[in-house]
C-alpha cells in the first residue's frame, strides 16, 4: 500500500513537468495548428538558463535560496519566453500560409538548430552540467510513505502557473482576443484583433510554462544537457493528444495521467516497458477518441 | 496574396538554409578538412582549426600521413569523444613535433559517429574512402560494431581505444584490436567483488538497453550465478532523467547491492535517487559511468561508497603521473578515456614505423604484432585483437573523490 502511495508521489511529479510542457504544444497547436516540435527544446533552453541564472545570481545579494530560485526561475521564464516568440517569428510566421507538412518539417529543423546551438555555445555545450543548487530529499513521513518537500513544491508551483495560465486565458481580456483568434483569424482580425500580436502571445506563454518546467527539472533531478527536451517533448506531445490537443485543461489532464500511466505500468512490468505505456496509450487514444479525452469535435479550442 | 509556388520556393530555401547551418554546427571540428575537399564555402572553412596545433594546411597535402578517427562529437556521449580526440591530437603534436614518423607529419582526421550506428557507418564509409592509412574508433560499442566489416574490407588497421564489448573480437577480423580489456574480464571483476567484498545475497542488475551495457549485465549474471540471487533485471531509458518508478519497484524486492551497467549521466541520477527513496544497498556502477561528473550529479554524500568497475584509467597508471599534468596544460581535466586514446594513437604511429611503409595493409598488420609500452602499461594484441593481460579495477569514491580499492593481478 505504502509503495502504491510512494509510486502515486513520483508521478505527480513526472506528470507536473509533462503538463506544463504539453500546455505549451496545445496552446500552439489550438491557435494556428502548428505542432510545434521545437517545445521540447525551449523546456532545454529554460533548463539552461535557469542554470546560468543561478550561477549568476547566487554570486548576488539574492543567493541560492528560495529568492534566488525564485528570481532565476523567473529570468528563465522570461528569456525563454522571448526566445519562443523569436522562433515563431523567424521560422514558422514566414511560412504561415504554407501547406502543414512544411510547418511540421521546419519545426523539427528548429528543434534540431536549438539543440546543436546550445551544444556548440560554449559555456554551456555537450556535457552534462549539473545544477548548482538541488532541491533536497528532505521530507516527512506519513503513514509509512516518504513525503519530500520538493515533490511537493514542484507540484504546487505547476498547479499554480496552470491555474494563473487557465484564469488568464479564461478571464482577461488578452485571453479572450487569443480564443478569438484560434476560433477564426480573419474574423477576429475584421473585429480589430491584432492576431500576429496575439499568436506570439501564445507562443510566449506556451515557452514560459516549458521554461518553469526545465528550471524544476534541473533543480529536481540535478543534471541538464542539450538532449533533455527531445524525450521530454515526445512525451508531452502525446499528453497533449491524450488530453485533446488544442484543449488546454486536456493538456494538464493528459500530463497527470502519462505520469501515472508510467509509473505504474513501470512497476507492474518492469522499466524497459515504460516508453510503451505511454505510446502505447496514445495509439489507443488516436484509434478509439482521436480528439482526445476532453476534446470536442467542433472548433472553439483553446 | 503570395503564390503557393513562391511561398515552397522559400519555405525549401529556408529549410536548406537551416540543414547548412546545422551541418556546420553538428560537424564543426572534422567538417573542415572535407570541405576543403569540394570546394566548400567559406564560411565553413575558416576557424575552428584551433584544436590541431599542427602546422597542417585544410586540404590534405602529400607530406602528411593521415589517420582516421571516428568518435561521438555529437549526441549523448558528445564530451567522451571530444575527450578522446583532445589526446589523439595531443599524441600526434608530440610526435610531430619531434619529426613525425617515416619523416612525415602524423594528422589527424576526424568523423564523427554521434554513438549512433547509422552515422558510425557513413562516417566509417567516409574515413575509409579517404587517404587514411589507419583508424582509431570505438567509444560505443553498438556504434562502432557495424563499422567492423567497412574497416575489413579496406584492410585497415583499427585501435579501439574505449569500446570492449565482447562481440567486436568474436567475429574474428585481423584489423580490430582493443586497448581495453573486454566486457567478460568486466562482469567477472563485478561479480566478484559483489560477492566477495560486499558478501551480498541478493543483487539487482540495472541496464540500458545499449548492447554495451546490455551485454554487461547478462554476463554479470552468469557469473552470478550459484554464488547470489539475482532479483531484479531492469533497463531504463537513456536520456530519461525519472528513474523512481523502477527503483521504488526495485526497493520492495529488498536487494543487497545493485550494479548499473549504463554509462554517468544516468548512473549518477539513478544513485541520487535511490539514496532519496531510502535505498540503502550497496550500488556499483560499470565503466561506461566512470566519470567524476558521476559524482556531482548523483551528490557528494550519496555517491560515497559507491563502487566503478573500470579499466584502468587516468586514475591508475604509474606512467600518467607525469601525463595527467601534461595534458590538463593543455586542454584541462583528462576524462576516463583520455589515456587510453593517447595510447591508441601511439600505437598507430609506431605500427607505421614499424611498417616503414603507409600501406594500409601492412600498418594492420604491424598493429597486431605491436609491443609497446603505453601510459596504460605495456600494450600488445592477442591472436582475437583483445589487449593481452588485459584486466579491470575497482574504484571507491571516498570523501567525494575515485579512490582505487581493488587492483586486479596482472
Known amino acids: 500500500m505504502s509503495q502504491v502511495l510512494e509510486q502515486l508521489l513520483n508521478a505527480l511529479v513526472i506528470g507536473s513537468f509533462y503538463a506544463l510542457v504539453a500546455l505549451g504544444y496545445s496552446m500552439v497547436y489550438g491557435i494556428i495548428r502548428l505542432i510545434n516540435f521545437a517545445h521540447g527544446d525551449l523546456y532545454m533552453l529554460g533548463a539552461f538558463f535557469g542554470y546560468s541564472a543561478l550561477l549568476l545570481l547566487g554570486k548576488t545579494f539574492l543567493g541560492t535560496g528560495v529568492t534566488g530560485i525564485l528570481a532565476a526561475m523567473l529570468t528563465a521564464m522570461a528569456l525563454t519566453g522571448g526566445l519562443g516568440v523569436l522562433v515563431e517569428r523567424i521560422a514558422y510566421r514566414p511560412l504561415r500560409g504554407s501547406p502543414r507538412i512544411i510547418l511540421l518539417i521546419t519545426a523539427l529543423g528548429m ?192 | 496574396m503570395v503564390t503557393s509556388r513562391n511561398l515552397r520556393r522559400f519555405a525549401s530555401l529556408c529549410l536548406a538554409l537551416s540543414l547548412v547551418v546545422l551541418a556546420g554546427c553538428s560537424s564543426a571540428p572534422p567538417a573542415q578538412q572535407s570541405s576543403g575537399q569540394s570546394g566548400g564555402t567559406q564560411s565553413q572553412s575558416g576557424g575552428t582549426q584551433t584544436q590541431s596545433g599542427s602546422s597542417s594546411a585544410p586540404a590534405a597535402s602529400e607530406g602528411d600521413i593521415l589517420i582516421g578517427a571516428v568518435l561521438p562529437i555529437t549526441g549523448g556521449s558528445a564530451k567522451m569523444g571530444q575527450d578522446m580526440q583532445n589526446s589523439i591530437q595531443m599524441a600526434f603534436d608530440e610526435i610531430n613535433a619531434q619529426g613525425g614518423v617515416l619523416g612525415r607529419k602524423l594528422k589527424l582526421e576526424v568523423q564523427d559517429d554521434a554513438c549512433d550506428p547509422q552515422s558510425a557507418v557513413a562516417a566509417a564509409n567516409k574515413i575509409v574512402s579517404m587517404n587514411v592509412v589507419a583508424v582509431i574508433s570505438g567509444y560505443c560499442s553498438g556504434a562502432f560494431l557495424p563499422t567492423e566489416p567497412i574497416y575489413h574490407n579496406a584492410g585497415i588497421g ?77 533497463a531504463i531509458t537513456p536520456g530519461e532523467k525519472d528513474f523512481s518508478a523502477v527503483l521504488t519497484s526495485l526497493k520492495g524486492k529488498g536487494p543487497d547491492a545493485i550494479y548499473f551497467t549504463g554509462y554517468y549521466a544516468e548512473g549518477g541520477l539513478i544513485i541520487n535517487q535511490a539514496r532519496g527513496l531510502g535505498i540503502t544497498a550497496r550500488i556499483m556502477v560499470g565503466d561506461g559511468a566512470n566519470d567524476p561528473t558521476l559524482v556531482e550529479i548523483a551528490g557528494a554524500e550519496n555517491a560515497e561508497g559507491v563502487a566503478i568497475t573500470t579499466s584502468p584509467g587516468a586514475f591508475d597508471f604509474t606512467g600518467s603521473n607525469e601525463w595527467v599534468p601534461r595534458y590538463r596544460e593543455k586542454y584541462g581535466e583528462p576524462g576516463p578515456y583520455s589515456v587510453h586514446a593517447y595510447d591508441a594513437a601511439n600505437v598507430v604511429a609506431e605500427a607505421i614505423k614499424q611498417a616503414g611503409t603507409t600501406d594500409r595493409a601492412a600498418v594492420a598488420k604491424a598493429i597486431r604484432g605491436i609491443n609497446i609500452e603505453g601510459i596504460s602499461g605495456p600494450i600488445s594484441f592477442t591472436e582475437t585483437g583483445n589487449r593481452k593481460d588485459g584486466y579491470f579495477i575497482v574504484l571507491e569514491v571516498k570523501d567525494g573523490e575515485f579512490t582505487v580499492v581493488q587492483r586486479a593481478p596482472r
Open chain 2, 158 to 234: 583499427v585501435v579501439v581505444p574505449a569500446a570492449n564489448a565482447v562481440s567486436l573480437t568474436e567475429q574474428g577480423y585481423e584489423e580490430i584490436n582493443l586497448i581495453n580489456a573486454t566486457n567478460r574480464d568486466q562482469a567477472r571483476t563485478a561479480a566478484d567483488y559483489i560477492v566477495n567484498q560486499w558478501n551480498a545475497q541478493k543483487v539487482a542488475l540495472i541496464h540500458d538497453n545499449s548492447a554495451f551495457a546490455l551485454e554487461l549485465a547478462e554476463l554479470t549474471r552468469e557469473f552470478l550465478q550459484g554464488r547470489a540471487e539475482v532479483v531484479a533485471f531492469e
Open chain 1, 111 to 302: 528543434s534540431l538548430f536549438l539543440e546543436n546551438a546550445v551544444m556548440v555555445f560554449k559555456p554551456w555545450g555537450a556535457s552534462f552540467r549539473v545544477y548548482p543548487v538541488t532541491l533536497g530529499r528532505a521530507g516527512f513521513d506519513l503513514f509509512g510513505v516518504h513525503i519530500g518537500y520538493a515533490h511537493l513544491a514542484i507540484f504546487a508551483m505547476a498547479l499554480f502557473l496552470m491555474a494563473g495560465l487557465h484564469l488568464f486565458v479564461e478571464k482577461s481580456v488578452w485571453g479572450k482576443a487569443m480564443r478569438a483568434v484560434a476560433f477564426d483569424r480573419e474574423a477576429a482580425q475584421l473585429m480589430g484583433i491584432n492576431a500576429n500580436r496575439m499568436i506570439s502571445m501564445g507562443f510566449f506563454l506556451g515557452s514560459i510554462m516549458a521554461a518553469a518546467a526545465g528550471v524544476m527539472a534541473g533543480l529536481y533531478y540535478g543534471q541538464i544537457n542539450f538532449l533533455m527536451g527531445f524525450l521530454v517533448g515526445l512525451k508531452a506531445f502525446t499528453a497533449s493528444v491524450l488530453g485533446g490537443i488544442g484543449n488546454l485543461p486536456g493538456a494538464m489532464l493528459g500530463g497527470m495521467l502519462l505520469g501515472v500511466l508510467e509509473v505504474f505500468g513501470t512497476s507492474a512490468v518492469g522499466g524497459q516497458w515504460k516508453d510503451v505505456f505511454a505510446f502505447g496509450a496514445l495509439i489507443l487514444i488516436l484509434v478509439f477518441k482521436p480528439t482526445g479525452l476532453l476534446g470536442e469535435r467542433t472548433a472553439g479550442r483553446m
